[in-house]
């Protein structure tokens, strides 16, 4: 199978070479459109795309090359600092936390004094500190 790069990138068009589908006119495109994205919702398209673009050489190996070269060069520190954060993502260098401190609001009004009593009683038991406890970390 070969590669015609006329039609990289583009599922109206290589639908319409497929499905030999006018796209001249707006229902043509539309035809072609609906194609195209019912095409690339395919597990086997998207496994041919993927053989194909690694055959070209579009493959891991060629992207982490490409992005040792960024982080190598020192002309383009904008591009050097982006890529070095990429590889820091690639690599889950960095985790993003978000902390959630849940304080719980309680109408004591609805408990009788026994029953008060003994929930003063459990909450001293359990209590650590004064300080607010996280109920769960969030990490990205």
Do not use: W
């Not at 490409?66 to 889950?92: G, T, W």
């Not at 909450?123 to 769960?136: G, L, Q, V, Y």
Request: overall charge neutral; hydrophobic content about 40%.
């Amino acid at each position: 199978m070969s590669l015609n790069r006329n039609y990289f990138g583009n599922g109206v068009q290589c639908a319409a070479k497929a499905y030999d589908v006018d796209i001249s006119t707006p229902e043509g495109r539309r035809v072609a459109s609906a194609y195209a994205s019912r095409a690339l919702q395919s597990d086997g398209v998207k496994l041919l795309c993927a053989m194909l673009l690694d055959r070209e050489g579009l493959n891991d190996e060629a992207v982490d090359k490409q992005l040792a070269f960024m982080i190598e060069q020192n002309l383009d520190m904008k591009s050097k600092v982006l890529a070095i954060k990429e590889y820091n993502a690639l690599r889950s260098r960095i985790k993003h936390t978000q902390e959630i401190i849940h304080r719980h609001v309680f109408d004591y009004t609805a408990l009788t004094d026994s029953e008060l009593k003994t929930f003063i009683e459990l909450a001293e038991k359990a209590k650590i500190n004064d300080e607010p406890r996280t109920a769960f970390a969030i990490t990205n």
